[in-house]
């Protein structure tokens, strides 16, 4: 069966004329593993989202190879990889051209290994880019280990600079391991410039002794024509929300902490909660619910499409985040713009996101009891609505995308990363 291509609208992004080249577009190679596809539409899209904003300015073009792990052996236990094996060899993704070379991955004991794996499938597939007469002129690779890794490696192979953007469990979990520390701190070093999420994760990297001059610290912005208050009523009425209505955005898995909310909600009897995502957990979610007898008052959603997510986030009272790890928490920011309030565990970059009463609350403890604590404050004395999205508004795209054409512009003009 041939590569399948999928072929998607526009982008449709107004220009910031402040960006508009001077000088030939930077032609950038877009490394990264964490990028939406055909088979998983939402995954990573906070990557693409950024790029896109970039190339609206007509300052630069991309090709995105997209890695995809690839594991030979079919059992139960490894069904995640059947999902990855739909992702097509190669498509197009508003006007950008997106290809997906597989490389080996041995699941539980092969994470020293992953960045050798993965350069090697970069390696031959960047090779058979340059047969086609397609010439880069900087490396722009997303997540530190093992993407940022094997791009480091690839950058020295192909003597281009790079850039490597960190965006949470890369620095804020991995650099606890000794082998991955060590990789990632040289990664850092031979890039040129390095871009943070957040400031929490700039810190990490100043702890591991890279230069403060190098790191960037760049915030996802909020896409707000997307997110944007709509006809609240009527989403609510489709997700029976009589009442006080939590929305939990995210993977089911543990670090989103969803199992924390549905036990709040034990202690919130007026409350209801819908759960938008899919992953692992999603068995051990519905069973909790059931033995704590709050099923009745929990919806689970699946995997809701990007652009379907505006009517839920509007439909809630509150959006409650409980992670134990988050470089920039999108959905904060994604409920913000469209009047919803947040209750968030202080962890990471979301203290960063959550500055004011009108976004929301922030707690503590990442516990079910301070959960509900913060639940109760903010339904007691909710915040203006139209204040809570004036705020979002704050966080426009317009200012990232200037700054990380400055850094591709540092990166490319000097050697050692400095203005």
Not at 318 to 327: I, Q, Y
Request: net charge positive.
């Amino acid at each position: 069966m041939g590569p399948v291509t999928s072929k998607q609208p526009t982008s449709g992004l107004e220009i910031d004329q402040s960006t508009q080249p001077t000088a030939s577009p930077l032609r950038l190679l877009v490394l990264s593993s964490l990028y939406p596809n055909t088979a998983m539409p939402t995954f990573g899209v906070f990557v693409e989202n950024r790029l896109r904003r970039v190339l609206a300015t007509g300052a630069a073009t991309a090709h995105v190879v997209a890695s995809v792990p690839w594991f030979p052996i079919r059992h139960p236990r490894f069904g995640d990889y059947a999902r990855w094996a739909r992702v097509p060899e190669r498509e197009t993704r508003f006007e950008i051209p997106v290809t997906h070379p597989r490389y080996l991955t041995i699941p539980k004991v092969g994470m020293r290994l992953q960045p050798t794996f993965m350069h090697r499938a970069l390696r031959r597939h960047v090779a058979a880019l340059h047969r086609q007469g397609l010439g880069f002129d900087l490396i722009d690779a997303h997540y530190f280990y093992p993407d940022g890794v094997a791009a480091a490696r690839l950058a020295r192979e192909l003597d281009l600079p790079l850039v490597i953007t960190a965006r949470g469990t890369d620095l804020n979990l991995i650099p606890t391991f000794s082998g991955p520390r060590r990789m990632i701190v040289d990664a850092a070093k031979q890039a040129r410039a390095i871009v943070t999420v957040c400031a929490a994760l700039k810190d990490v990297l100043l702890e591991l002794g890279i230069p403060d001059r190098k790191v960037h610290v760049l915030r996802n912005g909020v896409d707000l024509e997307l997110f944007a208050p709509g006809e609240r009523e009527t989403a609510r009425r489709r997700l029976d929300a009589n009442g006080p209505l939590l929305l939990s955005v995210g993977a089911l898995i543990e670090r989103k902490g969803h199992h924390l909310v549905i036990e709040a909600l034990a202690s919130l009897p007026a409350a209801r909660l819908a759960i938008a995502g899919d992953g692992p957990e999603d068995g051990a979610l519905r069973a909790l619910a059931h033995r704590l007898g709050v099923a009745d008052r929990v919806r689970f959603l699946g995997n809701v499409p990007h652009e379907d997510l505006p009517r839920i986030y509007g439909a809630a009272d509150a959006l409650v985040l409980a992670s134990s790890r988050e470089g920039w928490a999108n959905v904060l920011l994604e409920a913000m713009a469209c009047g919803t309030p947040v209750v968030a565990t202080d962890i990471w970059g979301t203290p960063e996101v959550v500055t004011s009463p009108v976004a929301g609350r922030l707690v503590t403890r990442r516990d079910a009891a301070a959960i509900t604590d913060g639940v109760r404050d903010l339904l007691a004395d909710p915040p203006d609505r139209a204040a809570t999205r004036r705020y979002a508004e704050a966080f426009s795209w317009e200012e990232t995308v200037r700054g990380q054409l400055a850094v591709f512009r540092i990166a490319v003009s000097s050697p050692h990363g400095e203005p």
